[in-house]
Structure formats: structure tokens, C-alpha cells
């Protein structure tokens, strides 16, 4: 069974790829997949009425008891023939009904395809949570059927209401799985059914929740008003959803559970008033509606209604004639709507004032019509009549096995006034498409192949053949109303059964529909008489009122909260850390203890630096915030420095100087000043949450080394650095080890910011066009110092001699710093700094084309190939039996030299070397050449 | 552990200023001041770090080492910077190349709804259900349809 499911979602899957190619032929090849589902299924559906259940399993979150559950029992397996079986005839009546050449193919053929899928697995699902899964899948595909065509508003409108109404249920029939789940320590709807729990007010209200989602996906009251609109989508979707999938799900779960919950207290009064409600209330709309899609429809909500109130009545016989009804409409449905569809292709529309003269034309679809018709409005000797019958023979004895006394007659009468409804609104439904209207010429009709119209003959031609085969369906039936207790009478489903009161019953309701639909026009004024004047509650009026009073919520919260503004944003976001923390860190507050300061410099850095930071914030040149924030920096190096960093302090220097010369890179084309703020209250806010914030951290950072009372962690840290990470320099050793994971996050980090640096300069999705092939530029006073040299009196003679001196060491130093830094200060960062460095001494001693001539290589090529190489040593290791990012000591003997002692961690090293020359060439390249260049134009527009 | 004062110091004012500054609406303030903060909390982990003694590498001289966890923490922190740094400039850049300032300007959008809740309007893309309409597989709302059912002709169909 999982096999045949999924074959549905790897065809819904392969149908976009194939769709161009096979055009609207698609849908046959795709319609054998149900069909195959339907052939495997037939012998196993047999087994399981001769009693043998069958099950699979698949072990999936076993914590959350989610698994793979599924089941074929007497109820799921025709459930689960009707929606292949339907399945299949619809995707077939789609490769004809779809015009050729059509767009929309590809994505329209997957989608159902995967909707037949999930329908299938719904009714195959055991597990509670798999049938959720399932349940919300067929409603969100159906968004998307319905919405097929969002270019009128009434779709989208439409395909939202279906997803909003069914989704709420569905979440609400979690909520009561979930509770039943609690309760009974179950997670399989089988289990649900052996073991149900004790009666009480929270099983009751699990129930009822369950109930929430059946009625809503079935569009009962007061949910009814979504399926109307659903027709939306193309008419093989209608008669698919409304025959034998999504809205048959509710029908079905409350099958399902009726033979243990029924007897939960407000199950039948619940289901067989709202029923039998939506009956007449769907039966009075369909006879008010001129577009034959609308009818029936329209017709469905009522027969859902009708379906509820039977299965729902919870005896034996009502069951029986619950389940015969389903196939029965199932039958009747799908012919109806496709045979809609035909004629909607045929005449060009579906206006029943506007067709005419169609019986003369079209009589064999005409026949098939009056025989879908005639099952649907319970007419011997169809299989709707047999079925029929049963549910008047179930409810009349519903006062006995149920003693329920009046309210059985009650129900009853409601069934029958709805019964005289649906033979109405059948007759409408023939007279309004085929019959002949005075005044009306004959619609001109266009004429198709004859495999257009053979499914829905087809699907008539069921409707009669079953009628006959009441016997043998009857044994079919009786093996899932075989789980409830025997009531008054055997159940029956045949199409005499002599003179008794259902007979009579039918042939009162006959009459009735009849008259109604000879009376209509003045049964039309009297409708509109009175839903024009009594005020009836509107389930559609309220859901509207919600949505906009939901909307109105969400831009009343959001008009209030979202300012739009950063600073205030930033500002709350800061106040909340300092005040929140700060007020637990003052009611924890000790008297610390201090000691001044480690040694001398740290003093000395310390001062200058908060100095520093004064002038930075009081600057209003932007020059000089840039150059005193930078005085912190080279403080900063001077502080790690001071506290036996060595590493860090000779980083944070070269990150300092690359820094400083690019902020004033960019600084350069802004304005001198920041613009001008008055000096005013806001000025001081600012001012007020700053120094709060800094306060804050002070004090956490004074709570927190006090609290310490731990050696740490890495005073441990010694010989492993030395014995497993191959190097005496710990800090390096780690981060190319115990942290390796975070290095090479760090490394993704920087890819992508220079990327984005790139991008927001040159404004490009691709690289290409940023690298320029090296070449000499030679100006009238060249000298050979460097290969380029900047064109005007900017350059300076002794910074290219400089430059043309040291680069090439600097280069070599770079790359004895990265091999290094395993032992001693140094390491892959600060040797792609250098590197960086050294090409920033030569953009700046000659211009942009110096840039290109020192770096003949695109920035990204270096980024990508410093990230792959990191990646790859960290997988290296694998390949010698160890972890990923592991370090591997290989040696290697070499003859006469002896050993050559070669690490993993070194290639890791040389990824992060490259790509931080990658970030500095992209910066240079950007921040630099880019401007400049951009400089140039504005100079060459304006001259 | 007893708390190194002048670092603490050293600490809360540069975290103290770099705040202020990045309250500011000029993206190079606010950049500076994302600069200075994380000076600021750098000098936090050398706090953390507790007494300093000699550089955590093997071999090299006697005594109590520096705490090395720390460190490798804020080596990686300092090269971020770069990266995040750079990036900063070049959308303070970009943002002076279209509007000829740095500043940040509040969200225009964010204004729009805010008018919306003044005038009780619904959001933009609220759709009120249109009785008149019916929903329909074909056709399209715009034009003056009496009742939008359009319907274009096959371009083929079979015989």
C-alpha cells in the first residue's frame, strides 16, 4: 500500500518533465497509476470482506507515535476503490477535456495526480497523525485546484475560503486526536476503536472537535459555504472533489468511528440536525441557481448533508444505507459534473437560461444524464433508489433501536423534505440542460471526439448496473455494518422489497418533487419572499465579519508596533538587555572584589582608549570618528598584547590597518560632516540608553568573574594540543581543531560578505566583467618600479620604490606565517592578512590597474577555492579512519632528508589563508577600483 | 576570581559609546559604533580570561599561561569584523549613491500601514467577497464583463 501511494507522488512529481512532451496525453499516462492502484487493490479488498484485515507498517518518529500505519479494513478499502476508481476516470476525461496546447498542463496534471495520492493514503492512513498529515495535504492541494485560474477574484477568494474553513478544521481535529491520544495511550485509529476511553466531559469534547473537522471538510452547516465556490476549479477537478475525495473525508471519518462513537453524548443529535439542515438548506439553493455547475453543486452540499445524517445515525441499518449512499452519489456525482463538463465545452456555457434543444442533439448524453439524475433523485430501478430506501428503512426504525421516540419521526420527516428537494432540483437540472425553452433558438454546439463523453456514460451506466446488483453489493456493505449491534430489521438493498412504508414514502416524495418543480416559479417568489425578509443567521456573513475583523486586528497591532524607525528599534532592543538582566543582576548584587590591573600597559591602553571612545562618539567629522575609533583598535592590540595574546594582537593590528584604509576608501566620497542633528532631547536619550548598556555589561562582567569559582576548562588543554592537534601555539591548534566546525562557519561568513560587498558596488548577480586582465599602463613619466603607475601628480616616487622593495617578502612572510601558526604566533588569518596588506600597498602606490597587475585573479575564485579547500581537509581525515575536521598526522619518509611530519590541519589552514586574501582582494577590487572607477565616469560626464 | 577594574572600565565605556552611536541614523555612526562595541566586548573576554600571564603556547618560557579558550573566540571575532565591517561601508556607500546621505530613513511601508490603522482601512492585500461575482475556471476580472464570463475561443479543437 505505501508503494502505491507514493507511486502517486513520484507521477505527480515526473508529470511537469513529461508534460511538455506528451501535451494533454499526460493525463492518460497518468491515469494508470490510480488504475494500477485500483487492480492491486480489487483481490486484497475481497480478502478483507471475507474478514481479513490487512495492515503495513512503517517505524517513522516512533517517539511521537507517528509511524507509517496503514490499514485496509471493510470501510477503507471501498473507500479507497472509489477514489481510484473515480481517479483514474477523471484523469482519462482530463485528456479530453483540456484543450491542446494548453499552459497549464504541466503543473494542473501533478497536482491532481498528487490530490488522488493523498486522498488515497487519507482513507488507507491507521495512524492518527498520518491521517492529519494526509488530510491537510488534500486541502492544500485543493487550494491550489481551486485556484487553478487566480485571475478572477472570485477564485482566489474562493480557493481561500477552502483553505481557511478546512485547514481551521483540521487543526481543530488534531487538537482533539491529540486529546483522544492522551487519554487512551493510542495512536492508530484501530486502536482508537478497541480500546476507546472511559466516557467523560473531555472525551466528549475531544469528539466533538474530531467532529469540527469532518463537518467542515464535508461542508456541512455552518461550514457549507466554502464548496459552492470550490467549483472554481475545472470541472474534472468538481466532479472529482465533490464525488469521491475531500469532502467524501468527513463522511468517512465519522464513518469510521461511529460504531464505538456514536453513542458519545451530542453525536447523533449534532450530526443528524445539522445534516439534515444542510439537506433542505443545500436543497432550497440548488433550486434557486441558473449555472448548471452551481446546481449540482449545490446539490452536493445537500447530499453531504443527507450522507452526515445517515452514517451519523450510528445503527446497523443506518450504516448500511450510510455506505451505499456513498458509493451511490459517488457514481451519480462524478457522471453529473463531467457530463456538465461536456456540455459547458460543447455549447461554450452553462447557463441553463441560455441553453436549449440540446436532447435532440446530444440524446445518448442525454440518456446518461436522466439515468444520473434519476439515481440521484432516488428513482427505481437505479442504485440510488435501492440505497434510498435502505436510509428510509434505517430512519424509520430509528425510534426502535435507538428509542428515540418523536424525534426519529422528526428525523425523518426532515430527510423526506429533503428527499422531495433533491427530486426537484433533479428535474430542474435535466429540464434546464437539455430540455427546450420557448423563445429560445438551439444552442449551437461544437462537436468532440467520442471519448469526451465515454466516461461519464460510462460512470451512468454504473449507476443502473448497480441498481440490479443490490445482493451482492448488499454483502459488500454488511461487512462494515456488521459493527454495529443488529437493529429491528436486516438491512436490505433491493429494488422490490413488496409494498412497504419506504416504498410508499418514495412515491409521497415523488409526487412532492413534482409539484414543486411544476410550481417553481411561484416556490422561487416565495423563496425570495422570505429570505428577503426574515432575518436568518448567515454562517458566510459571520466567517466574512471574522477575516476583515482579523485583518483590522493585524493592522491596528502593527500600525501601533512597527514604526519603521532603526534607532527605536535598536533602542528597545538595547534597553530590554540592560534592564531586564540589570535589574536581576542588582538584586544578585555582591560586594566584588577588584584588582586594579595586570600590569602597567594595561593601564596606559586602557586610558587612551576610553578617551578615544569619548571623541569618537562626540566627533562630528566623519574622518575623525573613522580615525579615533581606529585608536581603539591599535589600543585593543595593545591590551591582548599586554594579557599574553600574542595572536590576537598581532590580528586585531592587521585588521586594524586594512580596516582603517577602507573605511577612509569609502569615507572619502561621503560628506566631510554628518548631517546636521540639532542638539536636542533625543540627542541625550541616546545618550542615557548607552551608558545604561554599558553599565549593564560592566556589571555582568564583574558578577560573572566573581561567581567563577571553576579552574577552566582549557587549562587541560596543554598535551592534547601537542598530542592529537600536532602543534604547541593552543590557540591556533584549536581553531583549527576543537574548533574547526566554527572556523569554517566563520569562513561561509566571510565568502558571503564579500560577495555582498561586491555586488552593492558593481551591482551584479555574476562575477564576470569584475576582473580585468593585467596590464602595463605607461604614462609620460613611467618609470619601472611598478607595472602601472597611477596617471597624475598623486604618486609618489619613494612609496613605488618602497613598494616594488617589500612586496615580494612581504608575500614570503605571509606564507611563513600561515605554515607557522601552528607553533608559534601567526596562523592562516593573519597570513592572508598580510597578504592582503601587501596588495593594498600596491593599489595604493599605483591606482587600480597596479591592483590588477599584482592579483591577475578574480576575487571569487580565490573565496570559492579557499572555502573547497578548507572542506576538503576537513574531510581528508575521513579517508585515514578519523572524524570529520579531525586532525591526521601523516608521516612521511623521504629518503637521505628523513621524515617529513605533515599535518591535516595545515591544508585547513591554507583554505582560511586564501580566503581571506579572497575578502581583501574583493574589498580592494570594490571599495577601491570600484569607486574609482565610478569617480572617473562622473568626472568624464561632467567635463 | 576578583575582576580586573581598569579592563572592566575599559569595557562598559567602549560598549557604552559604541551603543550611543549606533542609535544614530548615519550608517558610518552606527558602523563606527558597531567597531567600537565590539572592541568593547572583546576586552569583556580578556575580563573573563582572568589574570594574564604568558602566551599559551608551548615551550616558550615558565609561569601560569593566558587562558587560550577565550582568545581563539575572540580571534575569530576579530576577523568577522572584517568581513561585517566591509559590508557596512559598502551599504552606507550604496545608500549615499542613491540618496545622496548615509542616513537611515524610516520604513516607508511601515508608514503606509500606520495610515491605514489611522483611516481603519484593511491591509492592501485584503479581498472583500463580491456577491455579484461568480467564481468560474475561465476568464478574468478586468474589462467591463456584465457578469466576467469571457470565454476565448479554441484556437483548435478535435473533429
Known amino acids: ?943 | 576570581m576578583s575582576t580586573n577594574l581598569t579592563l572592566i572600565i575599559v569595557a562598559g565605556v567602549l560598549v557604552g559609546s559604541g551603543v550611543t552611536l549606533i542609535l544614530e541614523r548615519s550608517l558610518t555612526r552606527i558602523l563606527v559604533g558597531f567597531v567600537l562595541a565590539g572592541n568593547g566586548l572583546n576586552t569583556m573576554f580578556l575580563v573573563a580570561a582572568g589574570a594574564s600571564g604568558r602566551a599559551p603556547i608551548l615551550g616558550q618560557g615558565d609561569g601560569p599561561m593566558s587562558d587560550p579558550l577565550p582568545q581563539a573566540m575572540v580571534l575569530t571575532a576579530i576577523v568577522i569584523t572584517l568581513g561585517t565591517t566591509a559590508f557596512g561601508l559598502a551599504l552606507a556607500y550604496r545608500s549615499w549613491q542613491l540618496t545622496g546621505t548615509d542616513d537611515v530613513q524610516d520604513d516607508l511601508e511601515d508608514d503606509l500601514i500606520r495610515r491605514r490603522a489611522l483611516h481603519d482601512d484593511v491591509s492592501s492585500t485584503y479581498e472583500d467577497q463580491d456577491a455579484t461575482q461568480l467564481p468560474d475556471e475561465e476568464g478574468f476580472d478586468e474589462g467591463g464583463f456584465d457578469d466576467g464570463r469571457v470565454r476565448d475561443t479554441p484556437a483548435e479543437e478535435d473533429a
Open chain 1, 1 to 943: 500500500m505505501i508503494s502505491f501511494i507514493l507511486l502517486h507522488f513520484v507521477a505527480a512529481a515526473v508529470a511537469p518533465a513529461l508534460a511538455p512532451r506528451f501535451d494533454r496525453r499526460i493525463f492518460l499516462l497518468l491515469a494508470l497509476v490510480p488504475a494500477a492502484t485500483f487492480v492491486w487493490l480489487l483481490p486484497r479488498v475481497a480478502d478483507v470482506l471475507a474478514g481479513q484485515t490487512q495492515t503495513e507498517t512503517l517505524t517513522w518518529i516512533p517517539q511521537l507515535g507517528l509511524n507509517v500505519d496503514l490499514t485496509l479494513n471493510p470501510l477503507s478499502g471501498v473507500l479507497a476503490l472509489l477514489v481510484t476508481s473515480i481517479g483514474a476516470l477523471v484523469l482519462v476525461y482530463c485528456a479530453w477535456y483540456f484543450r491542446e496546447g494548453d499552459t497549464e498542463i504541466w503543473r494542473f496534471s501533478a497536482v491532481l495526480t498528487a490530490f488522488a495520492g493523498s486522498m488515497l493514503g487519507l482513507v488507507l492512513a491507521d495512524n492518527i497523525y498520518l491521517l492529519f498529515i494526509f488530510w491537510e495535504l488534500t486541502t492544500v492541494l485543493s487550494y491550489l485546484l481551486i485556484g487553478h485560474n487566480p485571475e478572477r477574484r472570485a477564485n482566489r477568494i474562493a480557493a481561500m475560503n477552502a483553505l481557511l474553513v478546512t485547514t481551521f478544521g483540521g487543526l481543530s481535529m488534531l487538537v482533539g486526536l491529540i486529546i483522544l491520544h492522551i487519554t487512551t495511550g493510542e495512536t492508530t485509529l484501530s486502536g482508537l476503536m478497541t480500546n476507546p476511553p472511559e466516557s467523560s466531559a473531555i472525551v466528549t469534547a475531544a469528539v466533538m472537535l474530531v467532529l469540527v473537522g469532518a463537518l467542515s471538510k464535508s461542508a456541512l452547516l455552518p461550514f457549507h459555504f466554502w464548496l459552492p465556490g470550490a467549483m472554481a476549479a475545472p470541472t474534472p477537478v468538481s466532479a472529482y472533489l465533490h464525488a469521491a475525495a475531500m469532502v467524501k473525508a468527513g463522511v468517512y471519518l465519522v464513518a469510521l468511528l461511529a460504531p464505538v462513537y456514536a453513542s458519545t453524548p451530542g453525536w447523533r443529535p449534532v450530526l443528524v440536525t445539522l445534516g439534515i439542515s444542510t439537506m433542505i438548506l443545500g436543497g432550497l439553493r440548488a433550486l434557486r441557481q441558473y449555472d448548471a455547475k452551481l446546481l449540482i453543486a449545490y446539490g452536493t452540499v445537500s447530499q453531504l448533508g443527507f450522507l452526515i445524517a445517515i452514517v451519523g445515525l450510528g445503527t446497523q441499518s443506518a450504516a448500511f444505507a450510510g455506505i451505499a449512499m456513498l458509493c451511490a452519489h459517488a457514481l451519480f456525482k462524478s457522471a453529473l459534473f463531467l457530463i456538465v463538463g461536456v456540455i459547458d465545452r460543447s455549447a461554450g456555457t452553462r447557463d441553463i437560461r441560455e441553453l436549449s434543444g440540446l436532447r435532440k442533439k446530444r440524446p445518448t448524453l442525454f440518456v446518461a444524464t436522466v439515468a444520473a439524475t434519476s439515481s440521484m433523485a432516488g428513482l427505481p430501478p437505479l442504485f440510488g433508489f435501492t440505497a434510498k430506501e435502505a436510509v428510509f428503512n434505517a430512519f424509520l426504525d430509528a425510534n426502535t433501536d435507538l428509542g428515540w421516540g418523536g424525534w426519529g419521526t422528526a428525523a425523518l420527516i426532515g430527510i423526506l423534505a429533503g428527499t422531495v428537494l433533491t427530486i426537484a432540483y433533479s428535474l430542474r437540472f435535466v429540464w434546464g440542460v437539455f430540455g427546450d425553452k420557448p423563445g429560445l433558438d438551439d444552442t449551437p454546439l461544437r462537436e468532440f471526439s467520442v471519448f469526451f463523453k465515454a466516461v461519464p456514460i460510462f460512470l451512468a451506466f454504473c449507476s443502473v448496473a448497480a441498481g440490479f446488483a443490490g445482493g451482492w453489493l448488499a454483502k459488500t456493505f454488511t461487512a462494515y455494518s456488521a459493527q454495529f449491534p443488529a437493529g429491528a430489521h436486516e438491512p436490505v438493498l433491493t429494488l422490490w422489497h413488496g409494498f412497504t412504508p419506504a416504498l410508499g414514502l418514495t412515491i409521497v416524495c415523488i409526487l412532492l418533487g413534482v409539484a414543486l418543480f411544476v410550481g417553481r416559479h411561484p416556490v422561487a417568489w416565495f423563496q425570495h419572499l422570505l429570505v428577503d425578509n426574515l432575518p436568518f443567521p448567515d454562517a458566510e456573513r459571520g466567517y466574512r465579519t471574522t477575516l476583515r475583523g482579523l485583518d483590522r486586528l493585524a493592522i491596528e497591532i502593527t500600525g501601533r508596533t512597527q514604526r519603521g524607525s532603526l534607532p527605536v528599534y535598536l533602542g528597545i532592543v538595547v534597553l530590554v538587555v540592560a534592564i531586564l538582566p540589570g535589574s536581576a543582576m542588582v538584586r544578585a548584587w555582591e560586594p566584588p572584589e577588584f584588582y586594579l590591573f595586570d600590569n602597567r600597559i594595561q593601564l596606559a591602553a586602557g586610558a587612551i582608549m576610553v578617551v578615544a571612545a569619548v571623541l569618537t562618539v562626540r566627533s562630528r567629522r566623519r574622518l575623525r570618528a573613522v580615525l579615533m575609533v581606529g585608536v581603539t583598535g591599535y589600543g585593543m592590540a595593545l591590551l591582548f598584547a599586554a594579557s599574553g595574546a600574542p595572536d590576537l594582537a598581532l590580528t586585531q593590528v592587521l585588521i586594524e590597518t586594512f580596516l582603517l584604509v577602507t573605511f577612509v576608501l569609502v569615507v572619502r566620497r561621503l560628506p566631510p560632516f554628518f548631517s546636521d542633528r540639532p542638539f536636542n532631547i533625543a540627542r541625550w536619550v541616546r545618550v542615557a540608553i548607552g551608558a545604561a548598556t554599558g553599565i549593564a555589561v560592566a556589571g555582568f562582567g564583574i558578577i560573572a568573574t566573581n561567581a567563577r569559582i571553576f579552574e577552566p576548562i582549557s587549562t587541560n588543554w596543554a598535551k592534547p594540543a601537542k598530542e592529537y592537534g600536532g602543534g604547541t601555539n593552543i590557540v591556533n591548534v584549536a581553531l583549527v581543531d576543537i574548533r574547526a566546525w566554527d572556523t569554517l562557519g566563520e569562513l561561509s561568513v566571510l565568502v558571503v560578505a564579500a560577495t555582498g560587498v561586491a555586488s552593492l558596488i558593481f551591482l551584479i548577480t555574476d562575477r564576470s566583467g569584475i576582473q580585468k586582465r593585467p596590464h602595463r599602463v605607461v604614462t609620460p613619466d613611467s618609470n619601472d618600479w611598478l607595472s602601472a603607475n597611477l596617471h597624475d601628480d598623486r604618486r609618489s616616487l619613494v612609496f613605488e620604490i618602497v613598494t616594488r622593495v617589500v612586496f615580494h617578502a612581504v608575500i614570503v612572510f605571509s606564507i611563513y606565517l600561515m605554515l607557522s601558526g601552528h607553533n608559534s604566533p601567526g596562523g592562516g588569518f593573519a597570513g592572508g592578512l598580510v597578504v592582503g596588506l601587501a596588495l593594498m600597498i600596491r593599489y595604493l602606490a599605483g591606482g587600480r590597474e597596479e591592483l590588477d597587475n599584482a592579483a591577475p585573479v578574480d576575487a571569487g575564485m580565490v573565496l570559492g577555492t579557499g572555502l573547497a579547500v578548507a572542506a576538503l581537509a576537513g574531510l581528508l581525515p575521513t579517508l585515514l579512519g578519523g572524524d570529520v575536521l579531525q586532525t591526521a598526522t601523516i608521516d612521511i619518509p623521504i629518503p637521505l632528508f628523513g621524515e617529513l611530519h605533515l599535518v591535516t590541519s595545515v591544508f585547513f589552514d591554507v583554505g582560511v589563508y586564501l580566503v581571506v586574501v579572497g575578502v581583501a582582494l574583493d574589498v580592494l577590487r570594490s571599495l577601491g577600483s570600484g569607486i574609482d572607477e565610478q569617480i572617473e565616469d562622473e568626472e568624464a560626464v561632467s567635463t
